[in-house]
């Protein structure tokens, strides 16, 4: 591993690097660090997670979960796998990562490898939906040596070297459209599979879980044929139709492109190579608490991201004489603070708004003498893992009108 890797949490800050290396970090940006502060002689991280290349500094960003202690850490797996059990989250999922295949690997040591779990999570849990939902079929090209008849278009060159010139001329090479699954989107998620059939196996960290949701996935493809060519992948148009398929093919692609397009690139080695990544720790808490609403609450009374005049609020319950304006905040702090002014004048903006309003079974008549309750749910270890209905308004913000916060507790993973 490079002795230049500097191994730091999220919004924390950071004085490992001289004067020099702060001001080549001003002037290229980086999603990993929130601020250069060249007077402090440091740098604070964001609320990401990941791995990058520091500027031109030759030295190599490491960034993990901000509750990571000697004996825990933050499960984001399991956070998302717990999201993604209601299908209609997975379309919510494309801005939680990035992967930067353009920049240089980066050698780490494979525990250290953040990503590829979360792909393979996010891919399979789009895999299964399809599943469920039926194999899609599609036209595909057909290449054929075929006896006695012709179908679709005649390939003169290839019936001439291969039938022709050996006296085979009841041969003819043609190529024609059949109709089936076999076609290049499922070709795609197939090979993909076998990837990861192969990168479970291997891995360090066994997952049983993941290991039934890929048995249950396969077998729907065992008429699929896994051969296809980089040129075919990426010819591949999305059809918006289809979003599930549309995600899976581009989770697909870049599982793919992670391991070089070549299986035997899996190897049971100690350390890897991964290009620069990050992962975005607050959509990843959204998503959890999105999640947990959803069981309690019921999933069509909860609007996700639900657009206002101004801005765009997390959620907002529709449930007719219980409206509420809900947010997630990816801050501890909420523990052992009562509120954040900034959070509490942004909640308050959105029950105002009227494109919130609008979207409720209050009358317009009545939105002058309606005050909508504001719930602002943070991470808290010591709290419960779900929002059941009598817990979501048990500590009020006393400061404020209709005012509540209310923990969760977020997985963990006890061993490191």
């Known amino acids: 591993m490079s002795e230049q890797l500097i191994h730091i ?8 690097l001289t004067e020099d290396e702060l001001i080549a970090l001003l ?3 980086n999603k990993l660090i929130k601020s250069v502060d060249i007077q402090q002689k440091g740098f604070k991280t964001d609320y990401f997670i990941g791995l990058s290349w520091l500027a031109d500094t030759q030295k190599v960003l490491y960034v993990t979960p901000k509750l990571d202690s000697s004996s825990h850490q933050i499960d984001y797996l399991r956070m998302l796998s717990e999201s993604f059990k209601h299908p209609e989250i997975l379309k919510h999922g494309d801005d939680l990562f990035k992967i930067e295949f353009d920049k240089p690997t980066i ?4 525990q250290q490898d953040l990503i590829t779990p979360l792909i393979i999570v996010y891919f399979l849990q789009v895999a299964q939906t399809i599943v469920r939902k039926g194999l899609k079929k599609g ?6 040596n075929l006896y006695g008849r012709v179908k679709g278009k005649v390939l003169v060159s290839q019936t001439l070297k291969q039938n022709t010139f050996k006296n085979k001329n009841l041969n003819t090479i043609c190529s024609y459209d059949e109709f089936g699954l076999n076609q290049p989107e499922n070709r795609i998620i197939k090979k993909a599979l076998l990837f990861l059939k ?15 949701t890929l048995k249950f996935i396969l077998p729907a493809f065992e008429q699929v044929d896994e051969n296809i060519s980089i040129s075919e992948v990426k010819s591949v148009r999305h059809n918006p139709f289809y979003s599930e398929y549309s995600k899976a093919v581009e989770l697909a692609i ?4 992670r391991f070089g397009f070549n299986i035997n690139f899996i190897k049971e080695n100690e350390e890897i190579e991964v290009p620069p990544f990050w992962i975005n720790m607050p959509l990843v808490f959204e998503l959890y608490v999105l999640g947990k609403l959803k069981d309690t609450l019921g999933p069509k009374d909860i609007i996700f991201q639900s657009g206002a005049k101004f801005g765009e609020l997390d959620f907002l319950r529709t449930t007719k004489g219980k409206e509420t304006v809900i947010d997630s905040k990816y801050k501890p702090k909420y523990k ?29 008549s009545d939105w002058g003498n309606t005050v909508l309750d ?23 913000i006393k400061q404020f009108e209709k005012f509540y916060k209310v923990g969760i507790s977020i997985p963990e993973i006890s061993s490191l």
């Open 107 to 110: 050698k780490i040591n494979q």
């Open 254 to 257: 870049i599982i793919l492109k």
């Open 198 to 212: 192969r990168y479970l196996k291997m891995s360090h960290r066994k997952d049983i879980e993941l290991d039934e």
């Open 27 to 29: 002037k290229k940006p």
């Open 374 to 396: 504001c719930l602002i749910v943070y991470p808290d270890q010591s709290a419960e893992s779900n929002l059941t209905e009598h817990r979501l308004f048990d500590f009020p």
């Open 9 to 16: 949490n999220e919004h924390q800050f950071c004085y490992l």
């Open 336 to 364: 052992n603070e009562d509120y954040a002014i900034e959070d509490v004048r942004q909640l308050s903006a959105y029950a105002r708004d009227r494109g919130t309003l609008e979207k409720l079974s209050i009358k317009p």
């Open 139 to 144: 036209y595909y090209k057909v290449k054929n």
